[in-house]
């Protein structure tokens, strides 16, 4: 049993970590994009969203195709963690709580993760087998 917890946290960092470098990246690009050209923020709001999505799909994915099994469980909580932490970082740095609006976003965010844990779970099997 510990090793299997010890794999799902090892798979569930990779996520995390997989979903954090592909916002900061993303983060990049879009603030050289609306330093150098005229694009609007309102203008980019969403590819912004879409990116996002894209990231905790590609972080359960990472955490699913890590861990090899119940990618929902992986997935799910590597989403979580990521709301947690984004959370907490919002809540201690700011002193504000997830409005409605972010609540939902951040559960769609879970259920994302989750779908990417269940494909890379599924992938990398299929992949072992062959």
């Given at each position: ?86 959370f907490l970082f919002q809540f201690l740095g700011f002193d504000s709580l997830f409005t409605l609006k972010q609540l939902i ?26």
């Amino acid at each position: 049993m510990k090793i299997e917890t010890k794999n799902f946290g090892t798979a569930v960092l990779y996520g995390v970590i997989a979903i954090f470098l592909f916002a900061i990246i993303s983060s990049l690009i879009f603030s050289l994009i609306l330093r150098f050209t005229s694009a609007q923020e309102s203008g980019i709001q969403m590819f912004v969203t879409i990116i996002s999505f894209t990231a905790l799909f590609i972080g359960g994915f990472i955490s699913g195709g890590k861990g090899k099994q119940k990618g929902w469980l992986l997935g799910g909580l590597t989403g979580l963690l990521y709301s947690i932490i984004v959370f907490l970082f919002q809540f201690l740095g700011f002193d504000s709580l997830f409005t409605l609006k972010q609540l939902i976003y951040h559960i769609c965010y879970v259920l994302v993760a989750m779908m990417g844990g269940i494909l890379g779970v599924n992938l990398s099997s299929k992949s072992r087998n062959s």
